[in-house]
């Protein structure tokens, strides 16, 4: 399942029923899961563990060292979760320092020509469409879509399930649940089709669409909209969950209407 005509260091783990193809090249100190397909021209640079069930697309380059000029050679990785996706000529570099670790969860997209900087953490069930551009340091949660060609600056976070239109310029963080678009970004309504097609009940889409009503389409300004939020919504854990994440971000959130 090797073709003689890749270049695979003999201190490279390789699982079970894994094929590479001709011309890929995997470097010492990686981890291939079993199942997993290579196809010619993917680069696997060291201390990169990729999960079982993977496919990795030509010329896809993954764990190579980061752009960060403070990346000072210390021992970081790549972390690749199971039946992951990653298309042409995407790009992931290594942690740094700051979490150690560039990580992507499972069940993942990654589309041709993304770019992932070093230190980003993106969870499971992610999509990001062709050109995405995401430097470093950049959470994505779980089951976030990110539309083709959006770019989105260092440390901003992007909430689980949550949608980002294509050509977005993300400079502040996206809350959970919402779609965003426009420029500058901003809060375009609840993502109700997504959520409706993960199973969210009607009455749990309504708290949620409630919740952003009195935050981002009334008028309030943020810290008092989370009191209204936090005195007038139901105590549940999705609007805690919401509260949290906003309160977390020191660098502020997009936009509303």
Known sequence: ?????????????IGKNVTIEAFATIYHDVEIGDDCFIHPNAVIYPDTII??????FPGAVIGIVSQDLKYNGEKSNTVIGKNTTIREYATIHKGTADRMTTKVGDNCLIMCYTHLGHDCAIGNNVIIAN????AGHITVEDYV????????????????????????????????????AREPLQFIGVNTIGLARRGFDKEKIKQ???????????????????????????????????????????DGIVKGI
């Open 1 to 13: 399942m090797i073709s003689p005509l890749a270049n695979v260091s003999p201190k490279a783990k």
């Open 208 to 250: 949620i669409e409630d919740i952003y009503r009195i935050i981002f389409v009334r008028g309030h300004n943020l810290s008092n909209a989370l009191e209204i939020v936090e005195n007038e919504m139901p105590d549940t854990e999705t609007r805690r969950e919401i509260v949290d994440f906003i309160r977390k971000q020191t």
């Open 145 to 180: 879509i990110i539309e083709g060609v959006v770019a989105a600056q260092q440390f901003v976070n992007i909430g689980a399930h949550s949608f980002v239109a294509g050509a977005s310029l993300v400079r502040k963080s996206v809350p959970p649940y919402i779609r965003v």
């Open 51 to 56: 999960g079982s069930g993977c496919k990795i």
């Open 131 to 134: 050109n995405g551009s995401l």
